[in-house]
């Protein structure tokens, strides 16, 4: 037996001798008609795509979620169905479905397959319901792919009457390839949409000598200040914490105000993140007017 890669279609692997029929009803288990992976396997949204894609006999063009993730988008959600496009709209469990036109150069070949270009791939993730899931898409889509919003913009530009377009532009405006996790681009949604002046995203300090001192989440370089999202680690590994509180007493001795921030923060108590941040910009001499 040949090494099998997964998933792949069972009546090929059988006749090329990689896996037998018996094999088949015990050692694998089919995702879609003819489609197997391993009994037992957890299908990230990449082995979804491909699942997909082989399930349509590799005729579709594969969209969306499914699409940004063989592009190198993190944080894409297992759980999500795949996402092809193809005519008919036929209805298959753990598959969504799309019949849009396509051009040609909005296709692209991912791993020897049809993949939505990084840029027709952001114009329809930018369009699904839901701004902040939007904007943490696109945020993770430029950041693996170096996707600008001028090119997004080409692409909306020559779809202008599409559904969602408004939310699109929206999400583009607030998107920001800096951001390294959803956390971090709900962060920063929370601090634009306060009215805080937008913030830059990592921001490298150095000491007076040229020695690299840190890396920073976002903030206002000039007014020497900034805000960090610490994730859970942050708070549990001892020797995090303890590369933490030297961070902190050395950039506090470059005259950096660091503003930290926690997911318990975020979902419970944003209310604090803000007058934090907007302290710390007032002692620093910025005036900032809040939105009502």
Same mark, same amino acid.
Request: glycine share 6%; with cysteine; charged share 25%.
């Given at each position: 037996?040949?090494?099998?890669?997964?998933?792949?279609?069972?009546?090929?692997?059988?006749?090329?001798g990689?896996?037998? !029929?018996?094999?088949?009803?015990?050692?694998?288990?089919?995702?879609?008609? !003819?489609?197997?992976?391993?009994?037992?396997?957890?299908? *990230?949204?990449?082995?979804?795509?491909?699942?997909?894609?082989l399930?349509?006999?590799?005729? /579709?063009?594969?969209?969306?979620?499914?699409?940004?993730?063989?592009?190198?988008?993190?944080?894409?959600?297992?759980?999500?169905?795949? %996402?092809?496009?193809?005519?008919?709209?036929?209805k298959? +469990?753990?598959i969504?479905?799309?019949?849009?036109?396509?051009?040609?150069? %909005?296709?692209?070949? &991912?791993?020897g397959?049809? &993949?939505?270009?990084?840029? @027709?791939?952001?114009? *329809?993730?930018?369009?699904?319901?839901?701004?902040?899931?939007?904007?943490?898409?696109? *945020?993770?889509?430029?950041?693996?792919t170096?996707l600008?919003? %001028?090119?997004?913009?080409?692409?909306? %530009?020559?779809? @202008?009457?599409?559904r969602g377009?408004?939310?699109?532009?929206?999400?583009?405006?607030? +998107?920001?390839?800096?951001?390294?996790?959803?956390?971090?681009?709900?962060?920063?949604?929370?601090?634009? !949409?306060?009215?805080?002046?937008?913030? +830059?995203?990592?921001?490298?300090?150095?000491?007076?000598?040229?020695?690299?001192v840190?890396?920073l989440?976002?903030?206002?370089?000039? /007014?020497?200040?900034? &805000?960090?999202?610490?994730?859970?680690?942050?708070?549990?590994?001892?020797?995090?914490? +303890? @590369?933490?509180?030297?961070?902190?007493?050395?950039? /506090?001795?470059?005259?950096?105000?660091?503003v930290?921030?926690?997911g318990?923060?975020?979902?419970?108590?944003? /209310?604090?993140?803000?007058? @934090? &941040?907007?302290?710390?910009?007032?002692?620093?001499?910025?005036?900032?007017?809040?939105?009502?």
């Open positions: 037996m040949t090494s099998l890669r997964w998933p792949f279609v069972g009546t090929e692997a059988v006749v090329a990689s896996v037998t !029929n018996h094999q088949l009803r015990t050692t694998y288990v089919a995702v879609h008609r !003819n489609v197997y992976v391993p009994r037992g396997a957890e299908l *990230d949204a990449v082995d979804k795509a491909v699942a997909a894609w399930w349509s006999r590799r005729r /579709a063009v594969i969209v969306g979620t499914s699409a940004a993730a063989l592009h190198g988008t993190r944080w894409i959600e297992a759980n999500l169905p795949a %996402e092809l496009n193809r005519p008919g709209r036929d298959v +469990s753990g969504v479905l799309h019949s849009d036109v396509l051009d040609d150069d %909005e296709i692209c070949r &991912v791993g397959m049809p &993949v939505t270009t990084p840029a @027709r791939t952001a114009f *329809d993730v930018g369009r699904a319901p839901g701004l902040e899931t939007a904007v943490i898409r696109l *945020d993770a889509l430029r950041r693996a170096g600008s919003v %001028e090119a997004v913009g080409a692409i909306a %530009e020559r779809h @202008r009457g599409a377009i408004v939310q699109l532009r929206r999400a583009l405006a607030l +998107s920001d390839a800096g951001a390294e996790s959803p956390q971090e681009t709900r962060t920063r949604l929370l601090l634009v !949409n306060a009215g805080l002046p937008r913030p +830059s995203t990592q921001i490298e300090v150095r000491d007076p000598a040229g020695r690299f840190a890396r989440d976002m903030g206002w370089p000039a /007014a020497e200040v900034a &805000v960090e999202f610490d994730g859970a680690h942050h708070w549990t590994d001892p020797r995090q914490r +303890s @590369r933490d509180i030297d961070r902190i007493a050395e950039l /506090a001795d470059l005259n950096w105000i660091i930290r921030v926690s318990d923060m975020l979902r419970h108590r944003p /209310a604090v993140i803000l007058q @934090r &941040v907007l302290a710390a910009l007032r002692e620093r001499g910025v005036f900032v007017v809040q939105s009502a």
